[in-house]
């Protein structure tokens, strides 16, 4: 089974950042996740378009921008500037969502929903075809080292099915709670695309915590 690790910026050491992002370049992860945060859409403000840049000069591996602010249509472009290539927008921040994909897209970037606890995968009955990517939030986003939420495999579940009904190649990534405990469960459940942050960047091994989440 093929999937990707994208270790979380969040719980890196933004003293030394540039030490951690070398640190994931030279491991087994896949891509990197940058979580923007408004302190509007949720309770907590993370980093913004000029860290993506500078991250961006020093990563070898694609930026996976989770975008948790209000209105993310108004920033799109300037994200992708900064240097996203996979742009995530939460279905409850934007309004016009289908508007909002497809400025996605035609700034050359893989567009991803993403979807809170509450929100159920039905939502995207409509718009499953028109996207790359569904991030499903194992945790109310907002901060990292969170309990993972157990309703989420049934989720991942139903999602992956609705794909598989319309014959979509459709990645599926889990973002919250993420542990060496779930991650297998995670994806026999469908899921393709797992974020990890404090799972990594809290053990005394970060390196070799992403190959065990690889399965080696
Ligand atoms: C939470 C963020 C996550 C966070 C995950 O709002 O979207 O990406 O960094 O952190 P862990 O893996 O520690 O739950
Ligand atoms: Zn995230």
New binding site residues.
């Given amino acids: 089974m093929s999937y990707k690790i994208a270790p ?4 890196a050491d933004f003293a030394n950042l540039q030490r951690d992002v070398e640190m994931i370049n030279n491991s087994e992860a896949d891509w990197f ?1 940058v ?1 923007v ?1 408004d302190g509007v859409f ?1 309770p ?1 403000i993370s980093l913004g378009l000029p860290v993506i840049s500078a991250i961006k000069r020093h990563a070898t591996k694609p930026l996976d921008v ?1 975008l ?1 602010i209000v209105q993310p249509e108004r920033y799109i472009a300037d994200f992708k500037k900064a240097g996203a290539d996979i742009l995530t927008v939460h279905l409850e921040a934007s309004t016009h969502l289908h508007r909002t994909i497809g400025a996605i897209k035609e700034n050359n970037m893989l567009a991803g929903v ?1 979807l809170n606890p509450h929100s159920s995968v039905q939502l995207l009955k409509d718009s499953i075809m028109d996207i790359d990517m569904v ?1 499903i ?10 309990k ?1 939420i157990e309703n989420t495999y049934n989720k991942v579940k139903e999602l992956r099915q609705m794909a598989n009904e319309r014959g979509k190649d459709l990645l599926i990534e889990i ?4 542990t060496l405990d779930n991650y297998k469960i995670l994806l026999e459940a469908g899921a393709n695309v797992l ?8 053990s005394s091994n970060p390196t070799g915590t992403i190959a065990k989440l690889k399965g080696n």
């Fill in positions: 979380s910026i969040l719980s996740h979580d945060m949720v907590n989770h948790m993403a991030l939030m194992s945790v109310n986003p907002g901060f990292g080292g969170q993972f973002d919250g709670g993420v974020v990890a942050g404090n799972t990594v960047f809290a």
